[in-house]
């Protein structure tokens, strides 16, 4: 007697998981993974403001069905990503997975994610590799390939008449390599440093005396978030009086922190809160509303993201088991983003625009400002590698 109340006992704990994961019929499950603490925690705070916004731009549903989102805090650390992942797949068996804020995180739940031949919608990373012979018909990059944006400094670079020289500054991370090779790309001249920084890394006194010492014309940087906050500041207070040229690195999550030193930076980005076309002007005002400040590109791509997911699910009419039919649709798609103009290269990444970028300060309102288009429909680099066709 004993010895069944036990087994059963036993039997009832085991399906305990199975209880707490079931699901109402009809419901489209969405992982959502992202840095949500430590160091880069607002990079992911306004990963997940956009994803959310965009949701609720199609009334909590894609594709007219319902969605549950889950939402999973990698730490900006690999392995904890994949272990999120990991949970996201097995456990909370999603349909869907998007988010992912940086590149070494994203190399890590790559091949889990798509090995499941779940669907993975990198909302912002777009590293070298997956855009090459590690392509993959389960993967979407629906923000940028990292060079793409780095290119458009390299060019910006390149056209200044008095920049014959560069120090180069960037972290020792996947993202950090794709920005130097994207804007060695374009710019040719003489680079008189290259230093690659742990990433996170917050004092930067030995670099800047570096880049003093090396007497440049202009100083290349991508950092991240708080490390561009840190950097910026030391080198203003430094005064070293070296035009500073970035990518994704002054921006409407940075230059706030920053304060009014940031004024005058220019940066490449492939979104600009001041874009005018309807999607935009309707994105940025609810945005405002809800948030009551401006969006980032990192809130927009979260965004765009969305719209992405949504075709994807009305393509087959909610039969998530037709996969074919959903990666042709998206491989189809050019759908009418904030960003403007879009579509797919054959290796599942961006064509797009390349904004210029420069901080001002506005009667006090110090914001960033489209300067103009570097690039228009532009290709990533990798795609010839890539066997998908």
């Known amino acids: 007697m004993i010895r069944s109340f036990v087994t059963l006992l036993v039997a009832l704990v085991a399906l305990l998981p199975f209880f707490a994961r079931a699901e109402p019929a009809g ?11 430590g ?5 992911g705070q306004y990963y997940l403001e956009g994803f959310k916004l965009g949701l609720e731009r199609f009334g909590n549903k894609l594709g007219g069905i319902p969605v549950k989102l889950i939402v999973a805090d990698d730490q900006a650390q690999p392995e904890v990503g994949v272990q999120q992942v990991r949970k996201l797949l097995d456990y909370d068996e999603v349909d869907f997975i ?5 590149s070494n995180v994203l190399m890590a739940v790559y091949k889990p994610i798509v090995d499941h031949k779940t669907f993975f919608f990198s909302s912002f990373s777009g590293p070298a590799p997956l855009a090459g012979a590690q392509c993959n018909p389960y993967f979407f990059a629906t923000a940028v390939q990292n060079d ?8 910006t670079v390149a056209d200044q008449p008095n920049v014959k020289k560069v120090f180069i500054l960037v972290p020792n991370y996947q993202a950090g390599h794709d920005a130097v090779t994207g804007f060695k790309r374009y710019y040719k001249g003489e680079v008189v440093g290259e230093v690659y920084t742990k990433l ?3 004092d930067y006194s030995s670099e800047i005396a570096q880049i003093r010492a090396a007497q440049p014309d202009a100083v290349y940087f991508f950092l991240p978030g708080s490390m561009a906050v840190n950097f910026i500041k030391q080198y203003s207070g430094a005064r070293v009086g070296i035009p500073l040229f970035s990518g994704n ?16 930076a220019f ?9 005018d076309n309807p999607h935009n002007h309707e994105f940025v005002a609810a945005y405002r509303k809800q948030f009551g400040r401006r969006p980032s590109l990192y809130a927009a791509t979260a965004y765009d993201t969305v719209a992405f ?7 087959v009419n909610g039969d998530l088991s037709r996969q074919d039919d959903i990666r042709r649709a998206l491989e189809k798609a050019q759908p009418e983003l904030v960003r403007g103009p879009f579509r797919f290269n054959t290796n599942h990444f961006p064509i797009q625009n390349i904004y210029a970028l420069e901080a001002v300060n506005e009667n006090g309102d110090l914001h960033m400002k489209m300067r103009g288009v570097i690039f228009e429909n532009h290709a990533d680099a990798y795609a010839k590698d890539c066997p998908l066709k």
């Not at 160091?39 to 990079?43: R, V």
């Not at 409407?252 to 920053?258: F, G, L, P, Q, S």
């Open 200 to 202: 996170n890394q917050p």
């Open 98 to 102: 998007s988010g992912v804020n940086f």
């Open 249 to 264: 690195s002054v921006d409407e999550v940075t230059i706030h922190a920053i304060g009014p030193t940031a004024a005058g």
């Open 27 to 37: 419901i489209i499950k969405v992982g959502f993974l992202a840095s949500l603490s």
């Open 148 to 155: 793409q944006v780095y290119e458009g400094v390299g060019k």
């Open 309 to 315: 997911i949504d075709l994807a699910v009305r393509a």
């Open 267 to 275: 940066s490449a980005a492939l979104y600009s809160d001041d874009l």
């Open 39 to 43: 160091p880069q925690a607002e990079l």
